[in-house]
């Protein structure tokens, strides 16, 4: 880790997970936006790439740590060093399909690192001064998945029940319990925020809106679970980013926020609209690209719907979405059919497009 960042900066933001797929946008749109350092500390498992940041590698208010959140030795060296006014939480096995293939590393991630990264948050924030006591924030950004399935009415506030479903969204639970735990045991300044689905540029592609994209551009079979009646709130990544750091800017310690588009779709409608707008902006010899989409096996354990109640964050903190589906559907596609060279090596080796979420736990299959 370079130490060499100046001190002049008031506000040093440590983000983990910044070379995923929200981290990333958020460590892009700090640097863009705001007159913070940076640190990312990220494992860089399969799905962190650091050429995500390659915009912002260069400035002299970045650097990056390659550490696990488990290791506190590592973590707590990171505190040290950099001296954070304010930690964002996003490192997270996050892919519903996956935890149900190994539901050990989202254990491990999501629940022990959290753990690791609160005892080591705290044990800093104890030595810091009264001032800079009151100053600081530690950020757990969370899932609307730990709400678990709503039915045809309704949407979640931050006062619904936990009843999460899956191994990833009960690791979500787990981790957010704990950071409510360190707040009001320990008076830590900590805030949770439970967001929509995301989507937008830099996504993985084992999900829904980025697999889809390149399986049609691809001439692949476009997989909808069930009927692909499932409901989902779809919030454009650049949104979700510049509403986390208004949380941090405005946020009461001890308070939750849900962050949301306002935009439910089921997943039918959704890969019909991107097949739609990929007839108008590359249409194919072939045919439509509606004419690959394939009905397969539901996810076992699939949430019926989500839908996030955003009510809060609009009236206490100022605010909501400036994307509509739409229009933020649009620039995704735009921004994957300009940037093969960023998904190519990714489609033809960590990940090309196969069905997850099918083998028992621990099976060698």
Partial sequence: MNEEISNVHERRVLITGGAGFIGSGLVRYLLGCA???VLNVDKLTYAGSLRSLASVESSPRYQFLRADVCDQEAIGSAFEKFQPTVVMHLAAESHVDRSIDGPAAFIETNVVGTYSMLQCALEYWRKLGDDRQERFRFHHISTDEVFGSLGPEGRFVEATPYEPRSPYSASKASSDHLVRSWFHTYGLPALITNCS???????????????????????????????GDNVRDWLYVEDHVQALWKVIEKGEPGRTYNI???????????????????????????????????????????????????????EELGWEPAETFESGVEKTIDWYLANEAWWRPIREGAYSGQRLGLSNPGSKS
């Fill in 35 to 37: 007159e913070v350092a």
């Fill in 260 to 314: 949301g588009g306002n935009m439910e779709r089921t997943n039918l409608e959704v890969v019909r609209t991107l097949c739609r707008l990929l007839d108008e902006r590359r249409p194919h010899p072939s045919g439509a690209y509606e004419g690959l989409i394939e009905f397969v096996a539901d996810r076992p354990g699939h949430d019926k719907r989500y839908a996030i109640d955003a009510t809060r964050i609009k």
């Fill in 197 to 227: 689905n995301n989507y937008g540029p830099f996504q993985f592609p084992e999900k829904l809106i980025p697999l889809v994209l390149l399986n049609a551009m691809d001439r692949k079979p476009l997989p909808i679970y069930g009927e």
